[in-house]
């Protein structure tokens, strides 16, 4: 199953996307939260009637850097040995559709895609053969960085962690299971000019061991997201540029560069 987040008419809620042709998708609305017990209402708007929502609205975003060996490479870093975690603040998430702000105080802004993780239910040390369990499915992702001011700072909360720098969308996919979404396509164009283009089996660490890794430190809660790093490609966003992130069997993510006003 689809599920988005809309607004309509100054509501908010969560919707069942169903259809196949971009421009005939329906929203079935949620009665209830996903994340506990829910039921279809019946009613349907058209999904062009409605704004999509960042499809969650996390308590934390937790990204996973360097989990692709040619990534590394490409910036000149060496592959970690064991999963390296930072953090995106909640206020840096957007929807699909939203406008990615070019911060101020950067001259480099980079595209990073990625497949994005959305828990499910309130875990702490999960065990490997439990992950699936805790998934609620899966998103397409963003993670766009201030390149110049990652290399020029040794933390990354700013490079990493300014307003719209996490998009996410455009909807989560529920119906993956741990081995199919461990084997995806992972695609990003600027201005539909292909830049990256990698599948999630590149990881260097998989999915699971994220989650157990991430786990073993802090208690995740329904909602929250696990970005799991980007393959090789990135580069630089202009203002007037719209990328898309898009992930087979999920989705497309898009979004457009603007002047931060």
Same mark, same amino acid.
């Given at each position: +199953? !689809?599920?988005?987040?809309?607004?309509?008419?100054?509501?908010? #809620?969560?919707?069942?996307?169903?259809?196949?042709? &971009?421009?005939?998708?329906? $929203?079935?609305?949620?009665?209830?939260?996903?994340?506990?017990?829910?039921?279809?209402?019946?009613?349907?708007?058209?999904?062009?009637?409605?704004?999509?929502?960042? &499809?969650? $609205? &996390?308590?934390?975003?937790? #990204?996973?850097?360097?989990?692709?060996?040619?990534?590394? !490479?490409?910036?000149?870093?060496?592959?970690?040995?064991?999963?390296?975690?930072?953090?995106?603040?909640?206020?840096?998430? *957007?929807?699909?559709?939203?406008?990615?702000?070019?911060?101020?105080?950067? #001259?480099?802004?980079?595209?990073?895609?990625?497949?994005?993780?959305?828990?499910?239910? +309130?875990?702490?040390?999960?065990?490997?053969? !439990?992950?699936?369990?805790?998934?609620?499915?899966? /998103?397409?992702?963003?993670?766009? /960085?201030?390149?110049?001011?990652?290399?020029?700072?040794?933390?990354?909360?700013? #490079?990493?962690?300014?307003?719209?720098?996490?998009?996410?969308?455009?909807?989560?996919?529920?119906?993956?299971?741990?081995?199919?979404?461990?084997?995806?396509?992972?695609? $990003? %164009?600027?201005?539909?000019?292909?830049?990256?283009?990698?599948? %999630?089996?590149? +990881? *260097?660490?998989?999915?699971?061991?994220? *989650?157990?890794?991430? %786990?073993?430190? +802090?208690?995740?809660? &329904?909602?929250?997201?696990?970005?799991?790093?980007?393959?090789?490609?990135?580069?630089?966003? /202009?203002?007037?540029?719209?990328?898309?992130?898009?992930?087979?069997?999920?989705? %497309?993510?898009?979004?457009?560069?603007?002047? !931060?006003?």
């Amino acid at each position: +199953m !689809r599920i988005a987040r809309f607004s309509i008419d100054g509501n908010v #809620a969560f919707g069942a996307v169903e259809g196949d042709k &971009p421009d005939e998708l329906v $929203l079935d609305i949620i009665k209830g939260i996903p994340f506990a017990e829910h039921e279809l209402s019946g009613t349907k708007v058209p999904l062009s009637k409605v704004r999509l929502l960042p &499809p969650v $609205l &996390p308590n934390k975003v937790v #990204a996973f850097g360097r989990n692709y060996a040619e990534h590394a !490479r490409e910036l000149g870093n060496e592959v970690p040995d064991a999963p390296f975690a930072f953090f995106k603040p909640s206020t840096s998430v *957007i929807g699909s559709g939203d406008a990615i702000q070019y911060p101020s105080f950067s #001259a480099d802004l980079h595209h990073e895609a990625e497949l994005a993780v959305v828990i499910g239910r +309130m875990c702490r040390e999960v065990p490997r053969e !439990r992950v699936q369990d805790v998934i609620f499915g899966y /998103t397409c992702a963003n993670d766009v /960085t201030a390149r110049d001011v990652q290399k020029r700072e040794k933390q990354w909360a700013r #490079a990493k962690g300014f307003d719209t720098s996490c998009p996410l969308g455009p909807w989560v996919e529920t119906g993956l299971d741990l081995a199919t979404a461990s084997d995806l396509t992972v695609q $990003l %164009t600027v201005n539909g000019e292909q830049r990256q283009l990698g599948r %999630t089996s590149e +990881m *260097i660490h998989s999915i699971e061991d994220l *989650i157990v890794n991430i %786990t073993e430190a +802090m208690t995740l809660l &329904p909602g929250d997201v696990v970005l799991t790093g980007t393959p090789a490609g990135v580069g630089p966003l /202009t203002v007037g540029d719209e990328v898309a992130v898009t992930i087979k069997g999920i989705g %497309t993510l898009t979004n457009k560069v603007v002047k !931060r006003g």
